[in-house]
């Protein structure tokens, strides 16, 4: 098993997961006969829903490249800790419907929850899957900046924390926890507005 | 990030979302039971509509690599603009689905605001992606020709304004509306047949 | 456009377009509460139709990549034609589901046209995509020998007269246009099973 | 062909049958109305159906890249061969479905064995596309180290008979093969977490 044949399942998983969203979509809004107008003035919550969760996706695909792009050599372990991260990015679709079904009802919290587990668990098998490959350099790239890697290491430690702080405050407020998934996609958009200028050549 | 990785990703969501569309016709047919020759007739709209949104999907990725073509690297903001225009991709079959079983039927003047309006922000997204990496010549190849970069411009920048005035359209005749976004579809198809002969090698 | 982007993007219809078949058979087949082992029984035209649709996907595919492996560079009107084609191998999961549902039925004649008709505009837009680069040699690689150019002259030709062969047969009886498609898929198997054994390296 | 473009589409369907495995979950979930929590509590079956099924893809998908890391050329039997295995792969996700909702109702016995068959298949075209290759070393590069390969033959072989062994159990309990399908996938990640550190580079 080679990094680029890797890559290519990866993005494969990524790209679908990210499409199967428009039938969270799709599903929140009814077929004919109803009142279209105030059907889709209805359904917001699932076109909230769905660019949370597509940028999400995102986020983590283009994390992941810049991890790939510093490994220069891949093992089982390593594979099988892949396996299990677009495990939990093909599940996301679910948890996004969940999300935008019952946030305005009964359902809410038990909703907020599962889509913050969802990304908890997403977040730690993302860590799993770099420090990996980054503890004692063992899948690095020779060339792989100490510098960069230490960069990387301090902005992904965080992240399960990040989205299990924003899971646990859905016990008190789902709509907070709700706003607090929109917060963090919605930062790091901003984040990489502010200082993603910087490019990388083919 | 390379330009490459970003490509092979958007090759993944237009090839998944276009493929998606044959949903919209198969709800649009009733299951056994029901006279199907009738049911496959009345389902006209169904198969105008996954036919029409599979060409403006496919001219929409056949443009995107005339711009990564052009593109010798990339940056985060760059990503994130494609990410923006990928997430209107994959958001086309939903708008589809509501013109195909709406048009004929009290909701066809939200169905083809709906569609119009997704339509606008896709070639907003295209705009913002190719004027970003155009702009000072920032992201394009050295070799990329400035004749072709300035006829981009032209070719590029109606797109929106072209979408936005079909989607306004609607609110005097859906019907009308809806048959504009056939013509933009088919007169495309139309020029390339004319013009489309210059080749470009492996 | 180079080839290559544009067999990544055809490889990704083809693929997706034979993984949603599975959708048919899901459909099939009733939820809890019913008799599980006489519904499995009962939908067993549905597990024939994802094999032939399976099997018929996969050969245009390999069919697909013998035309590409000739052609050395592309032009718009190509790339059109294959959006043509691409946009028929998505359609196939549809009317194999009505063919799956209606053979028994009364729907059977409409869904025997409806799928023999989806093939013989496949078959025709696959002709299109090869004499289009074939006539003159206009799109073929300089190596491409002239010998395997006719021989597949010959066999492309006949392929949408067989189809539409076997769909007008459906006017007579569907259950004979129906294994008449089941042949087709069949004898090519067959065919590439006793003769198939000519490598190419990588 | 090139062993390339096989491995290309494969890896396209395995990512989409992976990822498509969310529909079972996102099925066994109702809409909005239900006690959301105790829906979701109740589905449990669907959860461990999606892991061990997106388990059992990953694992054919890596051993698929083991098999075509040693393949330095194919013919059209073999690839005939692999799309026999792609479409066992693309059926996986529904008798994931019939396990995850019968395995607690009647139909327990008919999901079990259509699960077991399922893999049954699946592990007899993955031994036909690999003892093809293999036979007189067929299609295998000359770089391939007969060790390597003798290895694998020994690795593979059982396959098609522990999954036979584990569906032949469901006739005397449902639950048990079952396990047995969580079984071997957990112990195929125990093996590749204790032996899995070697590596391979670019």
Redesign the interface.
Known sequence: ?????L???A?????????????T??GA?G???????AS?RHAWPAYVG??VS??TI?IM??NH??VM?LV??????F??AN?GL??CI??V??PT??VA??IR???A???AL?YGFTLTVTAVFFNLVWFYAERGRR?LRDTADPRVVAGLNRTYLPGPWIYLGATLVAFASPTASALLYLAIAALY?FE??L????????
Chains 1, 2, 3, 4 share one sequence.
Request: hydrophobic letters at 50%.
């Open positions: 098993m080679s990094p680029g044949r890559e290519t399942f993005d494969g998983v990524f790209a679908i997961a990210a499409t199967l969203l428009i039938l979509v799709d809004v077929g004919h006969g109803a009142d279209l107008a889709l769905y660019v597509f940028v995102g695909w283009m490249h810049t792009g220069g050599r891949v093992d089982r372990r594979v099988l396996l677009l495990m093909a599940f679709p679910f419907r969940l079904e019952n009802g009964d359902g919290q038990s909703a599962a899948l958009i990489s507005s200082f993603g200028g910087r490019t990388a050549s083919d």
